[in-house]
């Protein structure tokens, strides 16, 4: 009885996913136990606190530099919001949303 052909691609796929599987397993795990090392309290804490607001200014201000109007209306916007509301998903979502309207329909 001879194997089906497709089941030599079947069984380099399962070659594939499988180590692939185990590795994000490891870095997952990885990242859960050292989070329980980090410090509760002191500097590093408030540091690692202020770690995700600052990845996102990051992100917002080269999109800002290289963009044009569309990125400077929509970035005042996101101020705007963020200034009356102090609400950062909904300033998330005004961003994004003027975004996409200002570059769809203008």
């Keep these: 009885m001879q194997p089906s052909p497709g089941s ?3 069984n380099e796929i399962w070659l594939v996913i ?3 599987a185990g590795v994000t397993f490891v870095i997952r795990m990885t990242g859960a136990l050292m989070g329980q090392r980090l410090p509760q309290g002191g500097a590093w804490a408030r540091a690692l606190k202020a770690l995700p607001g600052s990845l996102i200014v990051a ?6 530099l290289a963009g044009g109007p569309h990125e400077w209306a929509a970035g005042a916007a996101a101020a705007l919001v963020a200034l009356i509301t102090r609400n950062l998903p909904l300033t ?4 994004i949303g003027s975004i996409w309207l200002l570059r769809s329909f203008f």
């Design 8 to 10: 030599d691609i079947m």
């Design 18 to 20: 499988l180590p692939l």
């Design 59 to 64: 992100l917002v201000s080269v999109s800002l």
């Design 92 to 95: 998330m979502a005004v961003g």
